[in-house]
Nanobody, 127 residues
């Protein structure tokens, strides 16, 4: 019922920056509300881990490895979440996935909160 479209991944040198974007669209009906939005990542051979999340009140949560290098933000008018990544390291190389907990459908009273995932965008940090 909700499609998440990610953009902004790519190849960057160590120390560089990237900005990821993720926009939520209703497959049918409307998006009535989006609660938590966040970014996760998965490197080859590793489990998927939280990068950053933000709730409707603007409260944020970051993975320990972020160490003040990344900043998550959201634009509720556009149902979009952003991840600004600075001082990138080779260890940041992974597929980054957008996640959103949303209520969407044809009838708000009959719709329930569900968790949705994007298809992922590759971030490669290499010289």
């Amino acid at each position: 019922q909700v499609k998440l479209v990610e953009s902004g991944g790519g190849l960057v040198q160590p120390g560089g920056s990237l900005r990821l974007s993720c926009a939520a669209f209703a497959s049918f009906g409307d998006i009535f509300e989006i609660n938590n939005m966040g970014w996760y990542r998965q490197a080859p051979g590793k489990e998927r881990e939280l990068v950053a999340s933000i709730n409707r009140g603007g409260n944020t949560n970051y993975g320990d490895f972020v160490q003040d290098r990344f900043a998550i933000s959201r634009n509720d008018a556009q149902n979009t979440v952003y991840l600004q990544m600075n001082s990138l390291k080779s260890d940041d190389t992974a597929v980054y996935y957008c996640n959103a907990d949303a209520v969407a459908g044809l009838n708000k009273l009959k719709s329930r909160l569900q968790s949705y995932w994007g298809q992922g965008t590759q971030v490669t940090v290499s010289s």
